[in-house]
């Protein structure tokens, strides 16, 4: 992933491989936004992260995420299984030819909000979005098989202001 996105960004961009269990090697406040897009579901517990995300944001500053939708993985494991408790399920993701056992963590909707908001965040946008429509052409087999479904949930939550800035 690191060499592809090197290839495409080219060598005058900072890249950063890191473990987000661990203290993310960036100063508090570094960041207007971060995003994390797909990366979430991979994590048994949030809190440390989005600590750690929430501490290199500014305040102000935004946290953009998208994870697997909650409730289509709800139904793709067993329906019958309870919404509400956490569970960890293995997914094959095949890259090059070659595939790879992924593990994510399936969650409530409630289990991710309640984590965004102990992390400090205000929430500002839940999104269940749909491909856009330009991606029809591009990927017409994709395009057609995610139009109609829920697939992603998207949030963008806020590092709110510092209680020692004034708004006037």
């Known amino acids: 992933m690191l060499e592809l996105a090197r290839r495409r960004l080219g060598d005058d961009t900072a890249l950063h491989v890191v473990n987000l269990n661990d203290r993310l090697p ?41 994870v697997n939708h909650p409730f289509v993985e709800h139904l793709a494991q067993n329906p019958r299984h309870n919404y509400f408790t956490t569970t960890s399920y293995t997914s094959e993701w095949t890259f090059n030819g070659k595939s790879f056992p992924m593990i994510l963590w399936r969650r409530s909707l409630h289990a991710m909000t309640d984590a965004l908001t102990s992390a400090g965040f205000r929430l500002t946008v839940i999104d269940e979005p749909q491909p856009d429509p330009a991606a029809r052409e591009l990927f017409p087999e994709d395009y057609q098989d995610l139009s109609p479904k829920l697939s992603f949930l998207c949030f963008v939550a806020e590092a709110p202001p510092s209680a020692a800035s004034s708004d006037g």
Do not use: K, N
Request: aromatic fraction near 10%.
């Open 26 to 66: 960036f100063a508090d406040g570094a960041f207007d936004d971060v995003v994390a897009s797909l990366v979430l579901h991979y994590l048994e517990d949030w809190g440390p992260t989005l600590a750690e995300m929430r501490r290199v944001l500014r305040p102000g500053g935004r946290l953009i995420a998208s």
